[in-house]
């Protein structure tokens, strides 16, 4: 495997971006390149004294070596580490789902369809059925591209407090009323008896620490898992709610919206990241999964004052009062707005909704990203976890090939996002996550489905090995 | 076909062997017969795979490498039986046995582009790093390839099996053998152990260019995909392929650098000598960056 960026890869939802600051980037370039200056330097000088002293130099050049070496080990292990950074949550989640699909059957029973997919695909034709799933699919798309465009006219108009409003709805809903339907499924699957108050407790404890997880402050992993519990049930959602052939086009063109929205100039999500970036600012709390948060650690640690504007700003409602903060902190030195919006983009709240991976475009912050690189993480789009899973969980739900497929689909999922991650190291450019793994995951769902489960399944009748 | 085991009544019969009794199923099957085909594969990709990410990665690209093979191969199968007589059950017995064939050339194809793509991507880790060694050898990448195929050929030649193995039924009911499920984790065992034991050798022959070497693993390949025709008959598909296993492990072992000198240390647990200390006696001031 070649080698992955040493700084700080920003997976956006539904895009990665590099979170380097030129700065910081030229600051770790410099100091390697003045390192290897230095000692090219060294070697020169003391070359013409090697045949004096002999033993010492090699023993000055294999220090030196070492040390470069282990520096470039330290980039290497980096950058795989962070594969499997996101292999790991990626994984849970499909876990979660694909566990759910195979023991809760509401998920798999058809009770209707949502108002985004209003026609049916209980069709007297295969014609029909293909025209209705076609219509579903642009409808679905083109509520999320209008989402998009409003998002993108909100953020360019300022209008911070109504995105944060409903950003907080949205998690609302699914911290509550749908983990509580996914609570009432298990127990009626597993036959559980439960009275209401109990229930009641559980839910709002369940709701009440991830809303603060989330949107607030929470420990790292706590925050992880239920970001991770949120996608699941969203995914959930999704698979159920969504006839079949709807959900693959959904999709396909959903990856193909990426591809478009991420890397064309008139993109909205382009736009949406210039935008922010000109304003030099993060953009609202978004939808991302981030791996690591320790840098928020160490920057409370190392600042005490920092620390205190902490506990000053703790509330979402802080836009108005970020200019007065500033000018305040401008006196501090340092640990000025960069911080502050490092430290808001870490809370982000949850969408229940498809639109709102439009809304996903944390942006890559010019703010000073952790000392350590070892501390630096990997984020990537709650919208690509969703994706993920309900494509596995579709092809889980409803293949004839069963495991067979639903392994391919996961395989090739890690795959695409392994080569997302490569080409994320090439181009260092905000890059979308979804095409490369949804065609992937695509083309060997239909391809197991159709073509491999018939053949295993005749070896395995006939107990052959291959 | 013997009819099952629950005593039916019938007209006095000449006293014949009797049936094997069908066997129950259950989760206490399922999970023996996956501890049976999983358990070493598990113990070692949680050993030696999982604590390194790369190693990781080469597993996870090992899967769909094998998948893509698998892929072209139902391709060829699936076009074949559909362009002859379905209804001819000769036909699509000799078909699926050439299925079979081609699958397995397809693998040990994409097990050689599986090599070619790892050698380069060690020189480029070997680039990158100052010192011109990648963090990770071609002997391990060998292993991990090789234990990937392995997993993933194992899951997908077993998993349906296992998770109807959870029941309700009774295996053999037709007259089939009942010892369909136990067979199978140890074949899928097997075909684990062998497939990382192949990639060891193929990798290395590849390196050196032993052809021969090359030959004889797709060969053993063939001949232990052979052996599974011969089920339900168990000692001649079983016992020989688990011969071929073992021949195999042993070839791997000499060939990753094993001996008989390396088993007597591993197991007498002696530290061994560091003698770099010696190269920095020569005290030097500590060199500061």
Known sequence: MTELSAHLPQF?????????????????NESSERRRRDNSERRRNDNPESETNGQPQNNIQQVVEQDEEEDEELTLKYGAKHVIMLFVPVTLCMVVVVATIKSVSFYTRKDGQLIYTPFTEETETVGQR???????????ISVIIVMTILLVVLYKYRC????????????????????????????????????????ALMIWNFGV??????????????????????????????????????????????????????LCPKGPLRMLVETAQERNETLFPALIYSSTMVWLVNMAEEDPEAQRKASKNSTYDKQANRAPNEDAEADDGGFS????????????????????????????????TSEDPEERGVKLGLGDFIFYSVLVGKASATASGDWNTTLACFVAILIGLCLTLLLLAIFKKALPALPISITFGLVFYFATDNLVQPFMDQLAFHQFYI | MHRAAAGAPGPARPPSPPPPPPSAMGAAVFFGCAGIAFGPALALVLLTVAAEPLRVIILVAGAFFWLVSLLLASLIWFISVHLSD??????????????????????EVFRFAYFKLLKKADEGLAMISEDGQSPISLKQMAYVSGLSFGIIS????????????????????????????????????????????????FFD????????????????????????????????SLVPIYIITVCMGVWAFFTAGGSFRNILKCLSCKQEEDNRVMMYSALQVPFED
């Open chain 1, 12 to 28: 956006q939802h539904g895009q990665l971006t590099e979170n380097f600051p030129d700065n910081h980037l030229s600051s770790t």
């Open chain 1, 130 to 140: 293909a025209l209705n799933s076609i219509l579903n699919a642009a409808i679905m």
């Open chain 1, 160 to 199: 911070y407090k109504v995105i944060h409003g409903w950003l907080i709805i949205s998690s609302l809903l699914l911290l509550f009323f749908f983990s509580f339907i996914y609570l009432g499924e298990v127990f009626k699957t597993y036959n559980v008896a439960m009275d209401y108050i109990t229930l």
């Open chain 1, 209 to 262: 620490v991830g809303m603060i997880c989330i949107h607030w402050k929470g420990p790292l992993r706590l925050q992880q898992a239920y970001l991770i519990m949120i996608s699941a049930l969203m995914a959930l959602v999704f698979i159920k709610y969504l006839p079949e052939w709807t959900a693959w086009l959904i999709l396909a063109v959903i990856s193909v919206y990426d591809l478009v929205a991420v």
């Open chain 1, 337 to 368: 707005q960069e911080w502050q919006q490092q430290r808001d983009s870490r809370i982000g709240p949850i969408e229940s909704t498809p639109e709102s991976r439009a809304a996903v475009q944390a942006l890559p912050s010019n703010s000073q």
């Open chain 2, 86 to 107: 379905q209804e001819d059950s000769k036909l699509q017995y000799s078909l699926l046995v050439f299925g079979a064939a081609v699958s397995v050339l397809l693998q």
């Open chain 2, 154 to 201: 194992g899951v997908f030649s077993v998993i349906n099996i296992l998770a109807d193995s959870i029941g309700p039924g009774i295996v053999g009911i037709h007259g089939d053998s009942p010892y369909y499920f136990i067979t199978s984790a140890f074949l899928t065992m097997a075909v684990v152990f062998l497939h990382t034991f192949w990639g060891v050798i």
């Open chain 2, 205 to 236: 022959a590849c390196e050196k260019r032993r052809y021969w070497c090359l030959g004889l693993v797709v060969a053993s390949h063939l001949i232990t995909s052979g052996l599974t025709f011969l089920n339900p008959w168990y000692e001649a």
